[in-house]
């Protein structure tokens, strides 16, 4: 089969031909229809240090198609479709207990959706609903980091939120903000291009940053926000959430930055501030995304911004890291 291989020290991705996988006890075979490109897909190739090992195949926002099951596997058939939770977890673990499989160190993941077939355990398989289609199905893994991201802050019908970033994490955090009863929500990002998404994901109002920023964003709000969301990603973001942030109020870091960030301990001290760094989802997160995802206020598909084939993937990573106009790109593998 085809497959996309990270060889390892930022060297460029490469087309390969690799052994088509075998199902084990417990395990599913899937020919994989659509895959997201993630932006930690990005940043783990670019050899930073923070990587992922030599010789991986990244990927973990797939969906597909079972084409073969292994023994022991009950309640799955051939031409089922699916996504999976890029994790398996060890059980033992503290990770485990919370059911944040994600955290496990003691196993390993289920990435390869940037290959024609990917192996994944049963057990973290998630049935998609007949009404979805597969670029939903690739779109749950996104969502279901917002759906995590969000359900670890303290927020009701008064909550002011404000979600810094127009990306796929920003927009998908803005989609559950709005889903899970927050009061008002502003987007704030460096242009105007994503406007009209973040408005139709949820947002009341939209906010590029410059001088007036905190003006704008406290004239929008009715009041400095509760809760800031940051998903930008880049050095200096921490320090701008906890700026805006209202006294008492709570900072949820979801830009995984992966270079040394700063900020001043004793601003967000003096105004008593909460700050999560979640990672991750629960099983339950990818079931009630698949469940809802054609029940909210918006299609979460208007973030594909463009589908590209398999041998395009190598070009497209060198086209992602310049300047663009994505949001969220495709694979499709059938192309």
């Not at 417990?26 to 923070?50: A, N, P, Q, Y």
């Not at 033992?92 to 390869?112: F, I």
């Not at 242009?191 to 949820?202: W, Y």
Request: aromatic share 6%.
């Amino acid at each position: 089969m085809r497959a996309i291989v990270y060889p390892g020290a930022g060297a460029p991705l490469v087309l390969e031909r690799v052994p088509d996988p075998e199902p084990g006890p417990g395990e599913l075979v899937i020919k994989v229809h659509r895959c997201g490109i993630c932006g930690t897909d990005l940043h783990m190739t670019e050899g930073s240090g923070f990587e992922f090992p030599a010789g991986t195949v990244p990927g973990h926002e797939y969906a597909g198609e079972v084409v073969a099951i292994g023994k022991e596997v009950t309640g799955w058939a051939e031409g089922d479709r699916l996504t999976a939770l890029p994790s398996t977890g060890c059980g033992n673990c503290a990770a485990c207990a919370q059911g944040n499989l994600v955290l496990c160190r003691d196993a390993p993941g289920v990435m390869g959706g940037f290959a024609d077939y990917l192996k994944v355990p049963a057990k973290v398989a998630v049935k998609l609903p007949s009404v979805l289609s597969l670029a939903d199905g690739a779109l749950i893994e996104p969502l279901a980091v917002g759906l995590y991201g969000m359900r670890q802050v303290v927020m009701d019908a008064r909550s002011r939120v404000l979600v810094l970033g127009g990306g796929s994490v920003a927009l998908g955090a803005i989609w559950w903000a709005r889903r899970l009863g927050a009061g008002r929500i502003i987007a704030a990002s460096r242009s105007l291009r994503r406007a009209e998404m973040a408005l139709a994901m949820g947002a009341d109002a939209f906010v590029t940053f410059g001088e007036n920023e905190a003006t704008e964003i406290r004239e929008a709000l009715g009041g400095p926000p509760d809760i800031v969301v940051e998903c930008v990603g880049t050095a200096g973001f921490l320090g701008k959430a906890v700026q805006h942030v209202a006294s008492l109020g709570q900072v949820l870091s979801m830009g995984f930055c992966t270079v040394p960030d700063t900020l001043i301990p004793a601003v967000a001290a003096t105004k008593g501030v909460t700050m999560r760094f979640p990672v991750g989802y629960a099983l339950s997160d990818f079931e009630r995304v698949a469940r809802d995802i054609d029940r909210g206020h918006a299609d979460p598909k208007m973030m594909i911004s463009s589908v590209v084939a398999l041998d395009d993937v190598p070009a497209t990573f060198d086209r992602l890291r310049g300047p663009n106009a994505e949001t969220k790109v495709q694979i499709a593998l059938d192309m």
